[in-house]
């Protein structure tokens, strides 16, 4: 078995990668504002979409750039996945106060995302790393495209589709977390 463990550089903070993450953390209650205040009462709206797409974009960049430049950093590998957590969760809380979304699929989310970043924090404790698995890194595409889909105007009527991709999200969702509980426990017991 090959091991798929990152090599860090010890750059600093201020690596291209990491102000590309930085950048969409800051600029995410940019993005709710966009959801929240949209003409339309559902919070689909085209700049919502694009900013959406641009923060979507630059999430797949930054490791690419990180990755390519040598300098993956400590850093970058907890900010990464706090933006993410902050945009996913930010906008499906801003797309419920908009009556797009219901609760109960964003809550399951809410609380996964939650007892992960526990358990990664209880792991840590003891020494324990647990890579991302492939599956756990298309969690965030296809929570992402649930949420373009959320706030495209083409899908405005279309709640079935926006309900279909939200619910598609919450299995991924709920099965990364399952398998990061049970790789956890595995890289635990070695």
């Given amino acids: 078995m090959t091991d798929t463990t990152p090599t860090y550089s010890t750059a600093g903070l201020a690596t291209p ?9 800051i600029a995410s209650p940019v993005l709710f504002w966009l959801i929240i205040d949209a003409e339309s009462s559902l919070g689909t709206s085209w700049p919502a979409f694009l900013l959406g797409l641009v923060f979507a974009v630059s999430d797949l960049f930054d490791g690419r750039i990180a990755r390519a430049t040598g300098t993956m950093t400590r850093t970058g590998a907890f900010l990464d996945p706090l933006a993410d957590k902050v945009v996913v969760l930010g906008c499906s809380i801003s797309l419920v106060a908009v009556d797009r979304y ?3 699929p964003v809550a399951i989310i809410i609380v996964r995302e939650l007892l992960v970043s526990l358990m990664r924090v209880n ?10 698995s492939r599956l756990a890194k298309w969690k965030t595409t296809i929570q992402g495209a649930a949420l373009l889909c959320a706030v495209l105007p083409l899908l405005e009527s279309q709640h079935r589709a926006v309900d279909a991709t939200l619910w598609l999200a ?21």
Avoid: C, E, M
């Fill in 170 to 190: 919450v299995a991924i969702t709920v099965l990364t977390g399952w398998q990061y509980l049970r790789d956890g426990n595995k890289y635990a017991v070695r």
């Fill in 102 to 104: 219901l609760w109960p």
């Fill in 123 to 132: 792991f840590a404790r003891h020494g324990v790393s647990v890579p991302a």
């Fill in 17 to 25: 990668a990491n102000l590309i993450t930085i950048t969409r953390i």
